[in-house]
């Protein structure tokens, strides 16, 4: 197992319950062991295995949520 910590930018929450979906949009994914999503900074915080699951795929959660990544 190799597991990375990666904090990616998100724009699009308007408030904590934003903050929820996305964080349950990214535990949804195999491979993600641990997500924190913070409203305040408008960043998601994921660690993950790069064995099971690409840091794209990670992406692709969050704009298939509604959000956007920078």
């Not at 409203?39 to 298939?64: C, P, S, W």
């Amino acid at each position: 197992m190799s597991e990375k910590t990666v904090i990616l930018k998100v724009r699009g929450m308007h408030c904590e319950g934003c903050a929820n979906n996305i964080g349950n949009a990214l535990r949804a994914v195999g491979g993600v062991r641990e997500a924190n999503v913070n409203f305040g900074k408008k960043r998601a915080t994921v660690v993950y295995d790069t064995e099971q699951v690409k840091q794209e795929r990670l992406e692709r959660a969050i704009t298939d949520a509604g959000y956007e990544v920078e």
